[in-house]
């Protein structure tokens, strides 16, 4: 088995959907970001892929590249999931967590699991969503951003 570790961050601003875990939640700020900001997925790719010694996101998905302008970050998933498959790797858990000052996701996250599961052919019993706030300190605490933390394992698919 192996473990890989994702990070990332966007910065909040009016006027942008926030788009997190694959599901647009009603706020009145949203993500700034080259694709559609989902900074829980962009995490995700980033730990599946670390796990595998792929590289990172960026690598894969450059945010000066045209074709990712605006992208739906599942489809960004979906590839990086299928980059897994062909190095013969399977997902075993992923892990987040969500730090966001407002708004409170907590009733959300069963769509999250339920979208993300359906996006990576994985049950939603492998994913596990959590959040917290800075007790409004730093940028979170000021609305002015939101990071996420992930942590997935991987599991060789065959013994190649």
Do not use: W
């Not at 694959?22 to 080259?34: D, M, Q, R, V, Y």
């Amino acid at each position: 088995m192996r473990v890989g570790f994702g990070f990332d961050v966007h910065p909040l601003v009016e006027g942008h959907r926030l788009c997190l875990g694959g599901i647009e939640i009603p706020h009145t700020k949203g993500t700034l970001g080259h694709s559609d900001g989902d900074a829980l997925i962009h995490a995700i790719c980033d730990a599946l892929l670390g796990a595998a010694a792929l590289g990172d996101i960026g690598m894969h998905f450059p945010d000066n590249a045209a074709e990712f302008k605006d992208i739906d970050s599942k489809i960004l998933l979906k590839r990086t999931v299928a980059l897994l498959l062909q190095h013969n790797f399977g997902i075993g858990n992923i892990d987040v967590t969500v730090c966001l000052q407002r708004p409170k996701i907590a009733p959300f996250i069963p769509h999250m699991r339920a979208t993300l599961a359906q996006v990576m052919q994985i049950s939603e019993n492998q994913i596990s969503i959590k959040a917290t706030t800075t007790e409004k300190l730093g940028y979170i605490g000021r609305e002015e951003g939101v990071s996420v933390y992930a942590v997935a394992l991987i599991r060789p698919l065959t013994n190649a």
